[in-house]
């Protein structure tokens, strides 16, 4: 009997041990899958030349300070719809060649310019051509392994029902904003980095294209502003000057920041004064800056964004 | 055994951060859809612990980009098991520009809309109410052109 009974007590205890590993493991599996959708990125391998070996001149944290919001999908074009402009297809990039970006670096980049055409497109409410965009935005974000944040089905839905737009423009903006915070928490700063490059460069293109077809004053400070931003952009995108495909688009980029040396910015002081607007407290602004940029150097920032822009799209 | 105890332990520990998580979400989507009819730009997802007692209240802080000529309305959003309450302050460098929380009037609003003037970097800080610890959400929509 006791004989008996011993290995019984064996058999349970590695019944147990069996058993916990297997919840383990499952554990691990589920707790690794974060939007339901399957990962894509094991086989995937960031080439050699995107991979950064060398020492960041400017630490992860400050890096994570400058990147955050430096542009955001929908706010140029939300500018340019508020001046009344016209919706027009020939401002977006195309995306059959979606398959044909190779490396990690060209699929950010691509990534980016795709968003902010997606915040063109939802904020115009064009969802005839927002699948085209989010099946892009899809193929990309697979790629560079981010695809979990990116929720193409509901998307997908919405775009084709063309109902709750305003679900489709919050899902589109929160999946990209996932997207970005993923790969800065993940120490992929430089894609992270190369996806606001994206957006920033096409937001910039769309508004440069609307101010060349019908020139407006307030697009034209706003154009001129983006010296401000670029020159928070350039201190991140140097970071990456070891590698060559970052330094080669640094060298087109640091043309376009020249074309800004004489764009002047001045402030007025003034202090904010809090008001109530229907219930709402209004904090409103008394610090005004003033921009100064000539007719001249306005259309030289416009066709210099343009070719940039054409050359980073194209394959 | 023991060792495989802890394995138990820690995966369970990994299943609740991922629960944490889909809770983070959920509480953007709640904060984003009470902003009203506005455009959600951006979320501030904070978990701060309990500051030194006679010390400065523990805050996260996040940048971003404001353009001129534009509306924005930040929201704050404290999470229904939080031990503190939020507030959500504007920076404009070191100079205030708006809070949800005013400690002279011990008035509290859920958001506020900022009437940007000036194109550049401004500061979130997110803090809770004397130093407790707590979760809570920010977001920052856009308005309307001015």
């Not at chain 1, 990690?104 to 691509?110: G, M, N």
Request: proline content about 3%.
């Amino acid at each position: 009997m006791l004989h008996l009974f011993k290995p019984q007590q064996q058999i349970q205890r590695a019944m147990i041990k069996r058993l916990i590993v297997l919840l383990f493991v499952s554990l691990l599996i589920f707790g690794c899958k974060s939007g339901g959708e399957k990962k894509t990125g094991d086989e995937f391998a960031v080439p050699e030349d995107v991979v950064n070996e060398g020492v960041l001149e400017i630490s992860e944290e400050v890096m994570q300070d400058i990147i955050q919001n430096i542009s955001s999908p929908v706010e140029m074009a939300a500018l340019v719809k508020s001046l009344n402009a016209d919706f027009s297809n020939q401002y977006l990039a195309p995306t059959e060649n979606v398959d044909e970006l190779t490396t990690s670096f060209q699929q950010a980049l691509q990534l980016g310019v795709y968003a902010a055409d997606l915040g063109y497109l939802n904020i115009y409410n064009k969802t005839n051509s927002v699948l085209e965009y989010i099946t892009a935005i899809k193929t990309l974000a697979d790629a560079v392994r981010v695809g979990q944040f990116f929720d193409f089905t509901t998307l997908k839905r919405l775009a084709q029902s063309n109902q709750n737009l305003d679900s489709l423009m919050y899902i589109s903006v929160h999946s990209f904003n996932q997207m970005d915070k993923y790969l800065r928490t993940d120490k992929r700063s430089d894609l992270s980095t190369l996806m606001v490059t994206g957006v920033w460069i096409e937001g910039l293109y769309l508004a440069t294209q609307v101010a060349k077809a019908d020139p407006h004053p307030e697009l034209a400070e706003r154009i001129g502003e983006q010296k401000i931003i670029m020159a928070d952009l350039m201190l991140i995108l140097d970071n990456y000057k070891s590698d060559k495909q970052f330094a080669k688009l640094i060298k087109e980029l640091n043309i376009l920041k020249e074309e800004f040396n004489d764009v002047t910015i001045t402030i007025q002081k003034g202090e904010p004064e809090a008001i109530e607007e229907e219930g709402m407290l209004v904090i409103v602004q008394n610090d005004v800056s003033i921009v100064n940029i000539s007719d001249e150097r306005l259309k030289s920032i416009i066709a210099k964004t343009e070719d940039i822009r054409n050359k980073l799209i194209s394959i | 055994m023991k060792k495989y105890f802890i394995l138990l332990f820690i995966s369970i520990i990994f299943l609740n951060n991922g629960g944490f998580a889909q809770d983070n979400v959920e509480l953007v989507a709640q904060c984003a859809g009470s902003a009203g009819n506005v455009t959600y730009l951006k979320d501030f997802v904070v978990k701060l612990d309990p500051g030194i007692p006679g010390g400065n209240p523990p805050s996260a802080k996040f940048s971003m980009v404001l353009s001129k000529n534009t509306q924005y309305r930040f929201s704050i959003c404290t999470a229904p098991d939080s031990e503190g309450e939020a507030i959500l302050q504007l920076f404009d460098m070191n100079v205030l520009q708006g809070s949800t929380y005013i400690s002279a009037t011990g008035k509290e609003f859920p958001s506020f809309d900022f009437k940007c003037q000036k194109t550049g970097v401004y500061h979130v800080f997110i803090s809770f109410k004397e130093g407790k610890a707590g979760e809570a959400v920010g977001i920052l929509s856009f308005v309307k052109k001015l």
